[in-house]
C-alpha cells in the first residue's frame, strides 16, 4: 500500500518508480495520491477565495468540488496515465466509488471535510483479484447523508491500509522522513515520542497526517514508513524489517 504525495506527484513520476517495481515484482498493491498543491492552483487560476476559521480552511461546497474534481479528475488521470505507460495495469477510481469510503464531518464550521470512519475494501479487492492496480482519489461519502466529502489523502491511505490488512504502509513524500527539532530524519518513532513531537511543534502541516496515518496503521499490525521517492530496492528493506526513511512501529 502506498500513498503518493501531490507535491511530488505532480513534479515527476521518480514518486511512482516504487509502484511501477513493486507492481512489476508481482505484489499486490493500493496506491493512493494527494494533490493538495494542485487544488490550490486551480482555486487561485479560478480566483476562489478561502476563508479560514481558527487557522483551519473551510471548505464550502465549490471547494468540495473543485478538490473532488481536481483529484478525482486530473491528479487521479494523471497517475494513471503515467503508470499505464510504465506498464502497470492501473485503474483510477476515488474513495466515493464501491463506497470505499465513508466519513463524519469533523466539524460543522469547517463544512465538507470529513474523518474517514469506514472502508469497505470489497471492490479493492476485485481488482487486486484481477491483477489491476488501483489508484485511489481521497473523496468520501458521509455516513448518514451520503454527501460528498472532502478526505485527507494521508488519512484515507492509513485506514484502507488497516481494512485491507496491508504488510506495509509507505507515504512517499518531499522529504526523507520525520525530521527532529535539528533537522535530522528520525530512523524509527513510536506513538509515545512521536505525540511528544507533536505537542512540541516539531511535527506539524502535512506530516501530522501522515505521522497519525502511520500510528493507526501501525497499531492494527501494518508496517509503516514515510520516505523520498524511492525505488524497489527500499522497498524489499522495508518488507524485510530493516529501516527506511521513518518507521514506525506499534507500542510494545
Ligand atoms: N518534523 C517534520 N519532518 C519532516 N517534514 C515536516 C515536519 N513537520 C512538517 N513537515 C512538512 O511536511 C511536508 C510533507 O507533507 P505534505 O502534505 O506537504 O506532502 P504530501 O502529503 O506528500 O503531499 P500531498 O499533501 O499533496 O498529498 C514536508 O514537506 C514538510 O514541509
Ligand atoms: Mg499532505
Given at each position: 500500500m502506498l500513498k503518493v504525495g501531490g507535491s511530488v506527484a505532480s513534479d515527476s513520476d521518480a514518486a511512482l518508480d516504487a509502484v511501477v517495481a513493486i507492481s512489476d515484482a508481482g505484489h499486490p498493491l493500493v496506491v493512493v495520491h494527494g494533490g493538495g498543491p494542485l487544488v490550490g492552483e486551480w482555486a487561485e487560476r479560478l480566483g476562489m477565495k478561502t476563508r479560514f476559521v481558527r487557522g483551519l480552511r473551510v471548505t464550502d461546497p465549490e471547494t468540495r468540488d473543485l478538490a473532488l474534481a481536481v483529484l478525482g479528475g486530473l491528479a487521479n488521470g494523471r497517475v494513471v496515465a503515467t503508470l499505464i505507460r510504465r506498464g502497470v495495469p492501473a485503474v483510477g477510481l476515488t474513495g466515493i466509488d464501491g463506497g470505499l469510503l465513508r466519513a463524519e464531518r469533523e466539524d460543522a464550521e469547517l463544512g465538507y471535510v470529513g474523518n474517514v470512519?469506514?472502508?469497505?475494501s470489497a471492490l479493492l479487492e476485485e481488482l487486486i483479484d484481477a491483477g489491476r492496480v488501483p489508484v485511489v482519489a481521497p473523496a468520501a461519502l458521509e455516513r448518514e447523508s451520503g454527501e460528498i466529502l472532502n478526505v485527507n489523502g494521508d488519512a484515507a491511505a492509513g485506514a484502507i491500509a488497516a481494512s485491507l490488512g496491508a504488510r506495509l504502509l509507505v507515504f512517499v513524500t518531499d522529504v526523507p522522513g520525520v525530521r527532529d527539532k535539528n533537522g535530522r530524519v528520525i530512523a524509527r518513532l513510536d506513538a509515545e515520542r512521536a505525540r511528544a513531537l507533536v505537542d512540541d511543534g516539531t511535527i506539524e502541516g502535512g506530516m501530522r497526517p501522515k505521522v497519525e496515518a502511520c500510528l493507526m496503521a501501525a497499531a492494527a499490525g501494518c508496517r509503516a514508513a514515510i520516505v523520498a521517492p524511492s525505488g524497489i530496492d527500499e522497498i524489499e528493506r522495508l518488507l524485510a524489517g530493516e529501516e527506511v526513511g521513518t518507521v514506525f512501529e506499534a507500542a510494545a
Open positions: 470512519t469506514l472502508v469497505d
